[in-house]
């Protein structure tokens, strides 16, 4: 029905926006940016969805004084620092920050996005230094893009031209961080969403929240939530082209596919495994035991292995606490039957089959409950050595 | 008050106890036990508190039949398979099995009590088979309790002598086998503990719930329970002795140690850590956010790494869904202030001192929310490679 054309250069193809990278000396001996901006040439409207977590990061505090929705024309972004539990301190820090970016830029209410450790105060020289190498007519992308990473292993960086039937279109683009402490409601990451599209503003928070809910509140790398976590819509409206199923349509398709590249991305995982739970009493026992399998350990690290050990798979949904029954439950591999009442044993011409499915990069396990109409899908990736490696180090 | 002697050869100390292991060739290519049983000389009362997961293992289902407190004489053990998602035949291979047993043991209420992997039925006749060889008279505590190990490292087993103020006195001892799949509400694991005291059948069920409320649910490995879970006290009370607050204090004590010391074996773990939250709204807040603390997976790894990132357990801590504030909350290791509204950052000096403390094999975190006189102290353990390894290479 529409037309999706995916672009290279990620935002720069998206009219009236500008953004680049650079490197302000932030993370010690390392070239790459950890310095950047997006910003529209016009007022934009922004709509945001912020961590659960009750500890919020002071930019989200400093950005939810403009409410959820607020006309602006300016997101700046560092890597390396959280500003998180900073206090009135670390507003004050983002004030200050702020008011030193370029008068010429005309800004309207400028908000600030931060990624890295907790507990340390912004080195508001170093940032502002940097305003003096940002090009602010520039539509560098790819800089823009490396310069939120943290422990990413890839930029995250997508775009598309949407046209509708009439021939008329609009550009969406995202660039997105995230590889680590990433877990539904919601995943802890950054995104950065951009669109010409003339997106009405009534329409902005409820088409993100539904993205975002289809999205990065189903996926989890290891179960933790953090205090940074931000999805960012930015709408300039310069195409003057709009049509609300289209844009909810490239909007979810685009939060779903960073997402995916997010897990892909998860810290020493190699596999990408949808838990997909069907026939529960109601969504919200699926949701409970999909997250429930996404999250568990032992899930997880049978992944790594390559066992097709379905014990933990049960074991785990039979925890999470909803409604289950042995005699109604079937479990699969793709399309493989590995449970159900008449077929309890694993035999080995199965788990022979079994084995083929886990050594792909990619699979989904279905848990049908047999109880209901209820059903929900996650995703989740296996647990290596390298995770352990990976977060051991962090910090130091 | 008490005397608490601690007495070596666990259940063998107990008046009318006696216990046997021996290797029925459940585990291939392993000399150890498999099958062992505990029995009273006289029937006895049995309490039993089983894990909270919805696919009950079938010697659970069997046992039930019996209600949470009720007379028997005999218990039978077996590791390597679960007898879990086996349906109605998992529990007629347990009435079988039981069936064999020598009728000259005047068998009362006998059950069984399996741990292992799920999905698979008994291997009756290997298990019918030991029964040759397992010596109904032994008094052998140390080949029962390694005949119940699966992933452990080593064996768990305790007992006591409890003197009272009068000179009389009783004994309790117990084995419990557990490293891995621990999660509070309840910790995945088996334990046995056996009594002479006199016990009052009313006093069972309330003095074990409370004893497993402070020691079993409140350690995580990894935040997975089991379909497995059993504790269970046998009390034949041939001693005639009894004393409610001595027995409940010794009851707490045993419960208590062999919950530390399935920690201390937490598969791959190097340390044990109490995660003791106060100043909470309730004790229901404080719970939450310290059983968040001992599973969260990035503080289990910072653990492992020796890093006093403490921004990762405010996360966690503000992920809990509690009710919280960085302005009062403040973080302790041990005695040493980690984190304070006045104290955000944490200098080198004081980050020396966290490292010696992180350095340690056991150690606390306070996390003191400031809000109120809600407390809980959960302990859990590091997350290692090692962990890893034997999760993805458990089953085969």
Chains 1, 2 share one sequence.
Not at 118 to 144: E, M, V
Request: hydrophobic share 40%; proline share 3%; charged share 25%.
């Amino acid at each position: 029905m529409y037309k999706f054309i995916s672009l290279k250069n990620g935002l720069a193809n998206v009219e009236g926006i500008y953004c680049d990278g650079v490197n302000a000396g932030l993370r010690p001996n390392i070239t790459q940016g950890d310095v950047a901006f997006i910003r529209s040439d016009t007022v934009a409207k922004i709509g945001a969805v912020y961590t659960t977590n009750r500890f919020q990061a002071a930019p989200i505090k400093h950005a939810l004084r403009y409410g959820k929705v607020f006309e602006s024309n300016f997101i700046l972004m560092n890597a390396k620092n959280a500003n998180a539990m900073t206090g009135q301190k670390g507003i004050e820090d983002i004030e200050e920050i702020l008011s030193k970016l370029p008068k010429e830029l005309n800004l309207v209410n400028p908000v600030m996005s931060s990624t890295g450790v907790i507990g340390y105060r912004l080195p508001k020289d170093k940032i502002i230094s940097a305003f003096d190498k940002l090009n602010w007519s520039a539509k560098n992308s790819d800089a823009t893009a490396h310069s939120i990473m943290t422990t990413d292993k890839f930029k995250k960086e997508i775009c598309f031209e949407v046209v509708l039937p009439d021939g008329n279109s609009f550009k969406i683009a995202a660039i997105a961080k995230g590889a680590g402490m990433i877990n539904p409601a919601m995943a802890t990451m950054l995104c950065f969403i951009v669109t010409d599209a003339e997106v009405p503003v009534e329409d902005i928070e409820p088409l993100l929240e539904d993205a975002v809910s289809l999205s990065f509140n189903r996926i989890s790398v290891d179960g933790d939530t953090s205090t940074n976590d931000t999805v960012m819509l930015m709408a300039n409206g310069k195409s003057g082209v709009y049509d609300k199923d289209a844009f909810s349509e490239a909007l979810n398709k685009i939060t779903f596919e960073l997402a995916m590249m997010i897990l892909k991305d998860g810290e020493g995982s190699n596999k990408v495994v949808a838990f997909e739970v069907t026939g529960a009493r109601s969504d919200e026992d699926a949701q409970r035991a999909a997250i429930a399998l996404s999250n568990s350990l032992l899930v997880k690290t049978a992944l790594f292995g390559e066992d097709p050990n379905w014990g933990r798979i049960a074991s785990t949904i039979g925890a999470s606490g909803i409604d289950c029954d042995e005699e109604t439950l079937s479990i699969y591999y793709d399309d493989l039957l590995i449970y159900d009442a008449k077929h309890r044993e694993l035999d080995s011409k199965r788990e022979e089959k079994a084995y083929k499915v886990m050594k792909q990069d990619s699979f989904k396990i279905v848990c049908d409950l047999g109880l209901g109409e209820g059903k929900f899908t996650a995703y989740g990736c296996d647990l290596s050595y390298e995770y352990v490696k990976i977060n051991a180090e962090y910090r130091t």
